[in-house]
């Protein structure tokens, strides 16, 4: 079982960044891969990065969020952020943290989840 709490959402002007963090528990947290989800209303949930369980290891990113967004996982493996930049409306979601047994580039494979933080981009 492991345990996910996300910090760090809010409202940003379009253009701006944010930085969302999560703070990842319970036995073998380290081991999983890890990743962050959205989903906006009317919306199917996105996989919109995931990171291999290895330092430095494999990353994923939704061709919508390439070059924009950055995943990273902090030596002990048990913290992740996502450093969103060049923020626009359409980034304007409920973001989860999220843990999974493999790496993969399906959101539903992630099936721990936090509660999630609000992110609202105003124009």
């Known amino acids: 079982q492991v345990h996910l709490v996300e910090s760090g959402g809010g409202l940003v002007p379009a253009g701006g960044s944010l930085r969302l963090s999560c703070e990842a528990s319970?036995?073998?947290?380290?081991?999983?891969?890890m990743a962050w989800l959205r989903q906006a209303p009317g919306k199917d949930r996105e996989l919109v990065a995931a990171?291999?369980?290895?330092?430095?290891?494999?990353?994923y990113y939704a061709d919508s969020v390439k070059g924009r967004f950055t995943i990273s996982r902090d030596n002990a493996k048990t913290t992740i952020t996502l450093q969103m930049n060049s923020l626009n409306q359409e980034d304007t979601a409920l973001y989860y943290c999220a843990a999974g047994l493999q790496f993969t580039r399906r959101a539903e494979d992630y099936t721990y989840r936090g509660q999630g933080t609000q992110v609202t981009v105003s124009s």
């Open positions: 319970g036995q073998g947290a380290s081991t999983y891969a």
């Open positions: 990171i291999n369980w290895s330092r430095g290891g494999l990353r």
